[in-house]
Each structure stands twice: as C-alpha cells, then as structure tokens.
C-alpha cells in the first residue's frame, strides 16, 4: 500500500521546456513534502521542501505546487537543462516532521 | 568532509554470512535514518534514530537485520545470514531533527550484493 505514489516512471522534456514532475499522497496526516534528485551512484540530494501551510515554494528555477484538497504535489523545473537528468523523488512526513515516506521516483531525461 | 559518510561504497558477500554497513552522519544531526533501495524500485525506510530515544524499527524487514547509533554520532547496521533478497544499495541519511526545516542528508549508499 503504498503511501506516496509517482505514477510516471520516466519522463522526456526538450531542453529549455518545462518539466512538471507529479506526486500524489493517500495520508491525509502528511504536512510536509520534498523533492529529491538522484544521480547513479550517488545518494539522493535535497531539492526543495513545502509545508503544508503553503500552496506554493520556489527557488531558482524549481517550484513545488501542493494541492491539499486532491493530496497532490508537483514539481516545476523552468527551463530544463541536460544537466537535469536524474530520478526525482517526492517523499512526504508526518509526525512532525521526523518519519520520511518516499515514492518510487520518476527518471526524467533532457534532451539536448 | 560536512556530509554523511558511508562504508564501504561496495561488499559482495555470500550468502549466509554477516556484514556490517557504518554511517558517519552530519555532525551536529541528532537523527539518522537508514533506508534502502532495491533494483528499480524506491526508498524503502527501514530505521530511525533520534537522539536518546527509543529507535523506530518498524521498517526493518527481519529480525536478521538490526542497527545500532552511539549517541548522536556513527551508526552500523548489521544483516546477520545474509540472503540473496537482501542485495540491494543502503542508503544513509541525517538531519537536525527540526520539524519542518529539517530535510534529509544521504550518503552515497553501500551497494551490497549477496551471491
């Protein structure tokens, strides 16, 4: 039963377009979400956070929209760059915070 | 080094046999957490220390497995008869235990295969 899902295994986007990565959520108790990116061989790397308070956080060229009504968060990448190729996983908690449950991730490929 | 540190990067064994994976996490970062992934598949949680507190094992999927922290420094994790099943990368990450501004740091992980 899975908690945190990303239904898109892969995804491909044009350099310089927009990536929209989807992340959807079953616990209603979750109050904040993450993005990660994942190069092989490497751990995951922190991208950017959102609580439960906010709609809406940006840095850079990344956005996380959360849609609390449908459980639904999405990240937005502006403009995509080849350098942006890697698994992304959503992971969301609870409890303050403190227990991470993750998605599967979704492998999104920049083509130049 | 300021990131979480693990070893080694990589440890084939055979089947039956024990192995130790360390985690050096981020100084100062009372929580620690051990997780792992499967070929082709996401982070499964499997333990979670933090400070002084009884840890969360409830993701830990035998009682082949256990893991230890000292304090709020190194933590091991140990997988006793070792089965093909459990070959997998295991991933370690800290964070300052902050709720709600406090993301995860990981490793690069300890790529185990069982043969």
């Known amino acids: 039963d899975q908690q945190v899902k990303q239904n898109s295994p892969s995804l491909s986007v044009q350099e310089g377009r927009i990536s929209i990565l989807n992340c959807d959520y079953t616990n209603s108790m979750f109050d904040y979400f993450l993005w990660y990116k994942k190069y092989p061989a490497e751990g995951p790397t922190f991208l950017i956070s959102i609580s439960s308070i906010k709609d809406k956080n940006e840095d850079g060229r990344f956005t996380v929209f959360l849609n609390k009504s449908a459980k639904h968060l999405s990240l937005h990448i502006v403009p995509s760059q080849p350098g942006d190729s890697a698994v992304y996983f959503c992971a969301a908690s609870d409890n303050y915070g403190q227990n991470f449950v993750f998605g599967p991730g979704t492998r999104l490929s920049v083509l130049p | 080094g300021a990131g979480v540190s693990q070893s080694p990067s990589n440890k084939v064994t055979e089947k039956g046999k024990d192995v130790e994976l360390r985690c050096d996490p981020i100084?100062?970062?009372?929580?620690l957490y051990w997780y792992r992934q499967r070929l082709g598949q996401g982070l499964e949680f499997l333990i979670y220390?933090?400070?002084?507190?009884?840890?969360?094992k409830s993701g830990l999927p035998s009682d082949r497995f256990s893991a230890e922290r000292t304090g709020e420094s190194v933590s091991t994790l140990t997988i006793q008869r070792t089965q093909q099943e459990d070959s997998a990368v295991y991933l370690c990450?800290?964070?300052?235990?902050?709720?709600?501004?406090?993301?995860?740091?990981f490793g690069n992980g300890t790529r185990l295969t069982v043969t």
């Open positions: 220390f933090q400070g002084n507190s009884a840890p969360d």
């Open positions: 990450a800290s964070s300052s235990g902050d709720p709600y501004n406090s993301p995860l740091h």
């Open positions: 100084s100062g970062h009372t929580a």
